[in-house]
């Protein structure tokens, strides 16, 4: 998928999945100072893998429901 092009969107999680993801970028960064991390860019990692791994039977349904708004 192209990754080059980004758009924003706004989803909420229960308390305890954002402090998971918190730790677990504390974690990443903690191991590799260099490159830090942030619950919202691991959350992006996490969702764009899932995507990519969908079925691709799946993937094609959904992505022929997709309607352009214009804004994108």
Not at 44 to 53: A, F, G, L, P, T
């Amino acid at each position: 998928m192209n990754k080059n092009q980004s758009a924003t969107i706004l989803i909420t999680l229960p308390k305890p999945y954002l402090y998971i993801l918190r730790k677990m970028a504390a974690e990443q960064t903690f191991k590799n100072p260099g490159k830090k991390k942030s619950a919202a860019g691991l959350g992006r990692e996490i969702i764009c893998q899932y995507v990519d791994n969908l079925d691709s039977e799946i993937k094609a349904r959904l992505s022929s429901a997709i309607i352009p708004t214009g804004g994108e």
